[in-house]
């Protein structure tokens, strides 16, 4: 089989190949490293594996941002040190997710369900029908958001929703009554997956409620500021980017 590893620490590389080198697992025929999240998209464009294993934080960005550039249908195993993507990879075909550091037998593990899954199913003709089907429908549009609340989750609707909002690696969702939660996503997935009539895109950093949005104040022609409510925390001062400032505004009368 071919294996790709996404992976940009060496040492987690050779740690990896030493231990794929010693299984009898899985057969392994070839091997393809993949150093960064550029080096991955430029492969996956062109080539394929039986099986790839993934990390999720790379030198030039976030491995999950692949499945924005390609279409993989490939069975993956993530590998890494953070454990709060777990819910989000398994939007993908999955296999296994692994915490560093992980031992032998965890890997052991991982590949025999791979092996187990492949034996009696095959995938890909699934996988592109439903991809075909969701490409001629459009996107499903999202109406209730599952956020984490301590060790629980909570179910929170669109209506309930005042703003997403973007902060160092983190997505937020700040609720009406000024309840702030981490939302697992990215301001640039989430987008394509909200009512466009409700929510709308101002800036980098906020995705907006219409009813939300209590005060629109004009500074100039290129500067428009939204009050909001409940007022932002961090990065209170809202504003319209340039580019956005005209089809926002039809939005807001539409």
């Given at each position: 089989?071919?294996?790709?590893?996404?992976?940009?620490?060496?040492?987690?590389?050779?740690?990896?190949?030493?231990?794929?080198?010693?299984?009898?697992?899985?057969?392994?025929?070839?091997?393809?490293?993949?150093?960064?999240?550029?080096q991955?998209?430029?492969?996956?464009?062109?080539?394929?594996?039986?099986?790839?294993?993934?990390d999720?934080h790379?030198?030039?960005?976030?491995?999950l941002?692949?499945?924005?550039?390609?279409?993989?249908?490939?069975?993956?195993?993530?590998?890494?040190?953070?454990?709060?993507?777990a819910?989000?990879?398994?939007?993908?075909?999955?296999?296994?997710?692994?915490l560093?550091?992980?031992?032998?037998?965890?890997?052991?593990?991982?590949?025999?369900?791979?092996?187990?899954?492949?034996?009696?199913?095959?995938?890909?003709?699934?996988?592109?029908?439903?991809?075909?089907?969701?490409?001629?429908?459009?996107?499903?549009?999202?109406?209730?958001?599952?956020?984490?609340?301590?060790?629980?989750?909570?179910?929170?609707?669109?209506?309930?929703?005042?703003?997403?909002?973007?902060?160092?690696?983190?997505?937020?969702?700040?609720?009406?009554?000024?309840?702030?939660?981490?939302?697992?996503?990215?301001?640039?997935?989430?987008?394509?997956?909200?009512?466009?009539?409700?929510?709308?895109?101002?800036?980098?950093?906020?995705?907006?409620?219409?009813?939300?949005?209590?005060?629109?104040?004009?500074?100039?022609?290129?500067?428009?500021?939204?009050?909001?409510?409940?007022?932002?925390e961090?990065?209170?001062?809202?504003?319209?980017?340039?580019?956005?400032?005209?089809?926002?505004?039809?939005?807001?009368?539409?």
């Open positions: 089989m071919k294996i790709a590893i996404i992976e940009d620490e060496l040492l987690a590389v050779n740690y990896l190949r030493n231990l794929l080198d010693q299984q009898s697992i899985v057969p392994v025929t070839e091997m393809v490293i993949l150093r960064s999240k550029k991955a998209i430029d492969f996956f464009e062109n080539h394929s594996a039986d099986l790839i294993f993934m999720i790379l030198g030039d960005g976030m491995s941002e692949i499945f924005e550039s390609v279409e993989l249908f490939t069975p993956i195993i993530f590998i890494t040190a953070f454990d709060e993507y819910m989000r990879v398994f939007r993908h075909f999955t296999i296994d997710y692994l560093k550091p992980f031992e032998e037998e965890d890997l052991h593990k991982a590949l025999q369900k791979f092996i187990s899954i492949r034996s009696n199913f095959d995938p890909e003709p699934v996988l592109r029908s439903i991809s075909s089907l969701r490409q001629a429908e459009g996107p499903e549009l999202m109406k209730r958001f599952m956020v984490r609340d301590g060790n629980k989750l909570k179910s929170i609707d669109e209506g309930n929703t005042a703003y997403f909002f973007a902060s160092g690696k983190y997505l937020f969702l700040t609720t009406v009554d000024n309840q702030t939660y981490i939302y697992d996503d990215t301001i640039k997935d989430v987008i394509h997956k909200l009512n466009p009539q409700l929510f709308f895109k101002i800036n980098r950093k906020f995705i907006i409620n219409k009813n939300a949005i209590v005060e629109i104040i004009k500074h100039s022609s290129q500067k428009i500021e939204l009050k909001l409510a409940p007022a932002p961090i990065n209170s001062d809202v504003f319209i980017s340039k580019r956005q400032i005209t089809e926002c505004l039809n939005w807001l009368k539409s």
